[in-house]
């Protein structure tokens, strides 16, 4: 604020927003980590920690999810550009209504991420909206029951097309030594994250669906999950090669 008083006592007041971003490589969220995880996570209802500090979410009810605390909420909001990663292993492929929830911060039906699976092993990400009729869809068939599979999704809406982009390892039996390979790419620019997100929640619904019920969580196990993000950079939208050494970085903080 620039506030400048003339000699016979009246004042004009001018103003300048200033955009202050994260610091580079500093993930807004680690969970399913054995160490250094951040923020805070909170177990809720019937979650757990599974072999090797993952988070197990059962495939029925109680029905759970992880709750990731007020200050990543606050980091989401406005970002232009963004990277979701992490090892699944579901237990049952069993969806509701618009598919399963892996991310959910949208503030009931907007401002926020809806990050899903599908029956047929796809996944579908959604910005500021409900994921029900949007074609945003990884290939079918990349999550498997039973199996771990590496995923990232990116999304960067500096860019004219193509602005999110699925990247998937193979099916495995274990959480280690994947290859990841661009999946495809889609036209789905919705602008950058609103800033009225709601609270993150990791594996269902947050607290502002709770009226609508809690029986679309993920069910199986969540690894080495991550959250990159920038309000300026379109950068955080990792490519391929940055993120095949994230996941090879990543077996040492298991």
Not at 137 to 149: E, N, Q
């Amino acid at each position: 604020m620039l506030r400048i008083t003339g000699t016979d006592g009246r004042t004009s007041v001018r103003f300048a927003r200033v955009g202050v971003d994260r610091t580079e490589g500093a993930p807004l969220l680690r969970a399913g980590f054995s160490s250094n995880e951040s923020p805070n996570l909170e177990m809720v209802g019937a979650a757990t920690r599974g072999e090797q500090d993952a988070i197990e979410l059962p495939v029925g009810p109680p029905w759970s999810h992880v709750s990731c605390g007020p200050q990543v909420q606050e980091d989401l909001g406005g970002l232009v550009a963004f990277t979701i990663a992490g090892w699944l292993k579901p237990s049952s492929l069993e969806v509701g209504m618009g598919g399963n929830r892996i991310v959910y911060c949208l503030n009931e039906d907007h401002s926020g991420v809806d990050l899903v699976c599908r029956a047929d092993g796809r996944m579908r990400l959604a910005v500021n909206q409900w994921p029900d009729r949007i074609q945003n869809d990884s290939s079918a068939g990349k999550l498997v029951v039973g199996k771990w599979t590496f995923f990232a999704v990116t999304y960067d809406f500096t860019k004219d097309g193509q602005s999110v982009a699925w990247y998937f390892s193979e099916a495995r039996d274990a959480p280690e030594n994947p290859t990841v390979r661009l999946d495809r790419v889609n036209d789905y620019n919705v602008g950058p994250i609103a800033n009225q997100v709601g609270p993150l929640a990791i594996g269902n619904f947050n607290q502002t669906m709770k009226a609508y019920g809690m029986d679309r969580p993920f069910r199986g196990q969540i690894r080495g999950f991550e959250i990159d993000g920038s309000r300026m950079r379109g950068e955080a939208a990792m490519d391929e090669s940055r993120i095949q050494k994230l996941v090879e970085r990543q077996p040492s903080d298991l």
